[in-house]
């Protein structure tokens, strides 16, 4: 039997999709319904100053002349990390969180982690490719009920992309610790490489049908490690 990954930390740093949440359920529920009910959104909030915005901002990124929502489709089914299909997203996903079309989902032993953390005072933070509105609104909307309380704070893209090693850095900095104090949960390798470069502490979550990644220590459940935090930690709100 080997010893058990034990980890002192001054906060926590997440990915959402195939580290806490399954990517099935995203993939295979969440999209589809974004994908079936973003063009009747938009027609139904044409008048409104962010989505007028958000179509502008589409717009201008794509460059074509193109007609914006079908340029938004078109990102979706690429997954593009484009700004405006990531406001927009969150917009629509929130009806759907509103109409109980679905549930924000997370595995138990991530739960049951986030909970610990929180109640000794660890802060955790989520770093996502969504949009901050689309996150928060996705632990409110949770098949637990609202966990939002759980997370010290929230970043998406306008800090950086996630796989950009700068990203990180910045993250640090926002937070108020240095990057090796910090502790960085994510599935893609990608985002692995880009956080090691900044100096970050990582570990690889197995889920699904994530593939191995020797570099760094690997998990399949939360409930496989041990993370305390360190006395000098910050507080979490």
Request: proline content about 7%; overall charge negative; cysteine-free.
């Amino acid at each position: 039997m080997t010893d058990r990954l034990a980890f002192t930390p001054a906060a926590v740093l997440l990915d959402i999709e195939g580290t806490i949440t399954p990517n099935s359920y995203v993939n295979e529920v969440m999209y589809p319904w974004l994908a079936e009910h973003l063009p009747p959104y938009v027609d139904a909030h044409r008048d409104d100053a962010e989505v007028r915005e958000i179509l502008a901002d589409t717009m201008a990124l794509d460059g074509t002349g193109a007609e914006p929502v079908g340029v938004l489709l078109a990102w979706l089914a690429e997954d593009r990390k484009a700004p405006p299909l990531k406001r927009l997203q969150g917009l629509v996903w929130d009806a759907g969180y509103r109409s109980g079309a679905f549930q924000g989902q997370i595995y138990d032993d991530a739960l049951a982690a986030l909970e610990g953390w929180k109640a000794e005072g660890l802060p955790a933070y989520i770093f996502s490719s969504a949009s901050v509105q689309t996150q928060t609104e996705f632990f409110r909307y949770s098949r637990v009920g609202d966990i939002r309380p759980l997370f010290a704070g929230h970043f998406d893209t306008r800090v950086g992309a996630k796989v950009d090693t700068d990203s990180y850095r910045a993250i640090a900095a926002a937070i108020g610790v240095a990057p090796e104090r910090l502790l960085f949960f994510t599935d893609n390798p990608r985002e692995v490489t880009a956080a090691l470069a900044a100096g970050v502490a990582v570990i690889h979550v197995l889920r699904e049908d994530t593939s191995s990644d020797p570099r760094v220590p690997e998990i399949r459940s939360f409930a496989e490690i041990d993370v305390t935090r360190r006395p000098e930690a910050p507080e979490a709100p």
